[in-house]
């Protein structure tokens, strides 16, 4: 093949799907993930709350808080991992308050996202942007 | 089983009825993801701790579901209610099938 302006044009584009695949997959999967969770439902925001720093140095080991008043299930996802899935709790009746911290792993700078079940059947979410500086997950 | 697991959990030792408690646990393991590659680029297989539960007395306090994405020495902080004197279970599932098990008193004035 001649490498005119045009093919060239082309390999530019083809290459560019290519790298951007393994994101949209991996963005796929957190969809499955929430969609198992919360049945397809619609999601509020109000709640909810999701603590995390805005800055990791480390993507090893990240802090997290996540409370909802009144959910019995938690569920967080880091949407930029090569797993989303991060942990859901469920709290059972002597739970005190619906809270827990926690630390996490995360590839690199992404969106961790919390979804609460709350008492009434309805979904919460809350979403938060952490910059990693250096990523976990082997990364 | 994976080598050198050790829980270790905070839990005080009196509490007042109906007062929220916290609970801190955190348990030595490596938390291997199976992303990570050895020097000969192999990957290295998962070995994580997958569930993590806390009763009270039988009741349920927690139950959390882990995945790889939680760091090496898996820690969590939460609150209980306690009704009465009794003993925390805490209670720790390996991918391996190993479980590790740590039990806490407290009484209740």
């Known amino acids: 093949m001649e490498l005119t302006r045009r093919n060239a044009m082309i390999l530019g584009?083809?290459?560019?799907?290519?790298?951007?695949?393994?994101?949209a997959v991996a963005a796929a999967a957190g969809d499955d993930q929430i969609a198992a969770f919360t049945?397809?439902?619609?999601?509020?925001s109000e709640g909810i709350t999701l603590t995390a720093p805005e800055i990791a140095e480390n993507g090893n080991t990240v802090p997290i808080e996540v409370s909802a008043p009144g959910a019995t299930a938690i569920m967080v996802l880091a949407l930029g991992n090569p797993t989303p899935p991060v942990a859901t709790f469920n709290f059972g009746p002597l739970a005190a308050s619906?809270?827990?911290?926690?630390?996490?792993?995360?590839?690199?700078?992404?969106?961790?996202?919390?979804?609460?079940?709350l008492a009434d059947g309805s979904f919460a979410r809350a979403s938060s942007t952490v910059k990693?500086?250096?990523g976990g997950c082997g990364g | 089983?994976?080598?050198?697991?050790?829980?270790?959990?905070?839990?005080?030792?009196?509490?007042?009825?109906?007062?929220?408690?916290?609970?801190?646990?955190?348990?030595?393991?490596?938390?291997?993801?199976?992303?990570?590659?050895?020097?000969?680029?192999?990957?290295?297989?998962?070995?994580?701790?997958?569930?993590?539960?806390c009763?009270?007395?039988?009741?349920?306090?927690?139950?959390?579901?882990?995945?790889?994405?939680?760091?090496?020495?898996?820690?969590?902080?939460?609150?209980?209610?306690v009704p009465e004197s009794g003993e925390f279970q805490f209670t720790w599932y390996d991918d391996d099938g190993s479980v590790y098990e740590t039990a806490k008193k407290i009484a209740v004035e």
């Open chain 1, 13 to 23: 584009a083809g290459a560019l799907v290519a790298t951007g695949l393994p994101v």
């Open chain 1, 132 to 134: 990693v500086t250096i």
């Open chain 2, 1 to 53: 089983m994976a080598k050198g697991v050790k829980p270790r959990v905070k839990v005080p030792k009196k509490a007042a009825v109906g007062e929220a408690i916290t609970i801190k646990t955190l348990i030595s393991h490596k938390m291997e993801s199976g992303q990570r590659k050895d020097g000969e680029g192999n990957p290295i297989p998962r070995s994580i701790i997958n569930r993590f539960t």
């Open chain 2, 55 to 81: 009763d009270f007395n039988g009741e349920n306090v927690v139950d959390i579901t882990l995945e790889p994405a939680i760091s090496t020495n898996p820690f969590f902080e939460f609150e209980a209610t």
């Open chain 1, 98 to 117: 619906q809270n827990a911290s926690t630390r996490i792993r995360l590839a690199g700078t992404q969106d961790v996202v919390a979804i609460a079940k």
């Open chain 1, 39 to 44: 049945g397809g439902a619609e999601m509020g």
